[in-house]
């Protein structure tokens, strides 16, 4: 069973340009989150989902930030216009329950 | 508020010693899940064990062990006879679902490396 895919796995990108992260959660998961990691800052989360509907959005870090999930199979997280500062590693996990969270591999930024 | 501190930010270790690593957490619910997750070199974010506020049994997973305290508010994580495949950063976690705190809350993770 394929877990948590995330594309691209790596993304390199100039400052100011629109950057899209992509997810396809474990099938029958009906949680989705976002997760950011960065030397400063750890792991932090930005947003989840359940059933589709953004649930917690508090750790987004401003309105450059988006993230969408228009089916249950599929999510997106936007930045508009990226800065330097928003080079991270940006994980995708799923989860049945919303308590046991399987993570992608990773998408790893880099905001030139 | 949630909290997960990892106090020890690096260990190194010789090959086949016992290593322990520490998680100690904050909360104010009775209800919470604790977890253990390990990063290799290659960066993904792999599940070990979790763990929920009821149940303080200590778990032994061949070589790892994990010994939860609620006295303590501690969660640590003992690998026994370590290899050098263990070698990774290792993050301990907590959730509170029933306070609408569902995901996870990390600590900044610990770094182990085991020498050959």
């Known amino acids: 069973d394929a877990g948590v895919i995330q594309s691209p796995r790596h993304e390199v990108t100039e400052m100011g340009q629109e950057v899209t992260l992509r997810c396809k959660p474990i099938s029958g998961h009906d949680y989705l989150f976002w997760y950011r990691q960065t030397m400063m800052r750890g792991l932090e989360l930005l947003i989840y989902?359940?059933?589709?509907?953004?649930?917690?959005d508090s750790g987004m870090p401003e309105d450059r930030f988006s993230a969408k999930m228009p089916n249950a199979s599929f999510s997106t997280l936007k930045i508009q216009p990226s800065e330097p500062r928003d080079s991270a590693v940006y994980f995708c996990a799923s989860s049945s329950t919303g308590i046991e969270q399987y993570f992608g591999p990773g998408t790893r930024l880099t905001v030139t | 508020a949630q909290k997960v501190t990892q106090a020890q930010t690096e260990i190194s270790v010789v090959e086949k010693e016992d290593v322990t690593l520490d998680c100690v957490y904050e909360t104010r619910d009775t209800t919470y899940y604790l977890f253990w997750y390990k990063q290799p070199p290659s960066g993904e974010l792999v599940f070990l064990i979790r763990r929920n506020s009821f149940d303080e049994q200590n778990e032994i997973s061949g070589r790892y062990s994990w010994n939860f305290q609620k006295s303590t508010s501690s969660f640590n994580f003992t690998i026994t006879a370590s290899q050098v495949v263990d070698s990774a950063v290792y993050f301990c976690a907590l959730s509170e679902p029933n306070s609408g705190n569902t995901p996870l809350v990390f600590g900044k993770g610990t770094r182990l490396s085991v020498i050959a």
């Open positions: 989902f359940n059933n589709n509907v953004p649930i917690d």
